[in-house]
């Protein structure tokens, strides 16, 4: 394949564009090469600049559950933008599709509509702070919940990605405030609360990692930290940028049977416009402003065209729980796959998956949190990054991502991964 068109487009942005990218891991600087262009994007397929046909695995980073241009979301749109693209004041629409999430996910009643996920977990947050009158936070390393100054202190994704999990710009001050936690591992957890004790306000975690990689929750881990928090005053936050309304119609919250206090949500709840919201039972939601002393706002919050693109997509999510099952059954066909195929040519390797997210790394031991995500195989990565491009299969430019499916691809284009896989597998070996 041939990225000449895009690479010139690349060079071009680096000129008025800060490294190129309005988002640090789309410069491909950890796996090298050129970063692709998109023209654009039908169902399963992206189509770059040079011409070029790629199976996506990205999806927008999760949300086009459905596909990309998906036809209900994209007529949502027009029809909507035809009316106004916003207003700052309130619409119909906003209720609908907030009564809707209330509906799908299990244990809020009410819901707050922002502009991304890094908005949405930085103001559930604060909200925790203010309704239990405790400044600090427990987040996970290796647990991505944006570019936020709280959050970037051993964060995944990106930040990993270009080695400065703590950035410079974040205060001292505000990083004492955030304490680090090692993923699955409830007694570190418990020791933390311990040795805090009345000043943790909240615990902030993917209840499915997917900025290491994807890495599941272990066995009662969820469940034990439901029960510390309780025991402790503190609030459970499940950020569901990834998850929410990917892993079932209730997210993870649904698939583990576990309650969180607060959710966030990001992506899938805007079918891919730039929309978050954060959720939680009435008695939490009512501290905020205007009702209560916490204060948060947004012009664009609950943006029309947002918010159509969002209820067209929650309302088809709702409508057809077969989505869930359908994509279960494909991404499972997927990892047995890649996992025959990485057998067979002697790769060691380690597939984590839960539902519709998935990620490989190269290494055999199992990968449980940001220490064993990390010490796989970064050269054996790039090699694969690379091959499978060249394949026509596009997956995330870095190790610490995870691959998103969506509803669109076929068992054929399953295939055909399967087999891009097999023969940059013979390469690694
Ligand atoms: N939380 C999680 C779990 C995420 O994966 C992300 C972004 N990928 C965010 C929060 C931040 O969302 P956004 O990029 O929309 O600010």
Known sequence: ????????????????????????????????????????????????????????????????????AHVPVVNAVIEKAQKGTSFGMPTEIETDIAALAVRMVPGI???????????????????????????KIIKFAGCYHGHSDSFLIQAGSGAVTFGTPNSPGVTKGTAKDTLLATYNDLENVAQLIQDNKDEIACIILEPVAGNMGCIPPADR????????CDANNILLIFDEVMTGFRLA???????????????????????????????????????????????????????????????????????NAEVFDSLEKKTAYLHKGLREVMVKNGVAHTINRVGSMLSIHFSEAPVVDFKTAAHASGENFKLFFHGML??????????????????????????????????VAQKLA
């Open 1 to 68: 394949m041939v990225y000449q068109r895009s690479s010139a487009l690349f060079q071009e942005a680096q000129t008025v564009i800060p490294g190129g990218v309005n988002s640090p891991v789309r410069a491909f600087k950890a796996v090298g090469g050129t970063p692709i262009f998109v023209e654009k994007a039908k169902g399963a397929y992206l189509y770059d600049v040079d011409g070029n046909q790629l199976i996506d695995y990205i999806n927008s980073w999760g949300p086009m559950i459905l596909g990309h």
């Open 109 to 135: 009643e009410k819901i707050r509509f922002v502009n991304s996920g890094t908005e949405a977990c930085m103001s559930a947050v604060r909200l925790a702070r203010g309704y239990t009158g405790k400044d």
């Open 221 to 228: 881990f969820l469940q034990g930290l439901r029960t510390l």
């Open 249 to 319: 119609k209730g997210g993870a919250q649904e698939l583990y049977n576990v309650n969180a206090d607060i959710v966030t949500f990001g992506k899938v709840i805007g079918g891919g416009l730039p929309v978050g919201a954060f959720a939680a039972r009435a008695e939490i939601m009512n501290h905020l402003a205007p009702l209560g002393p916490v204060y948060q706002a947004g012009t664009l919050s609950g943006n029309p065209l947002a918010m159509a693109a969002g209820l067209a997509m929650l309302t088809e999510l709702n409508s």
């Open 390 to 423: 060249q394949e026509g299969v596009y997956i995330a430019p870095s190790a610490y991502e995870t691959w998103f499916l969506c509803d669109a691809l076929t068992y054929l284009d399953l295939d055909k991964t399967i087999e891009a896989a097999n023969s």
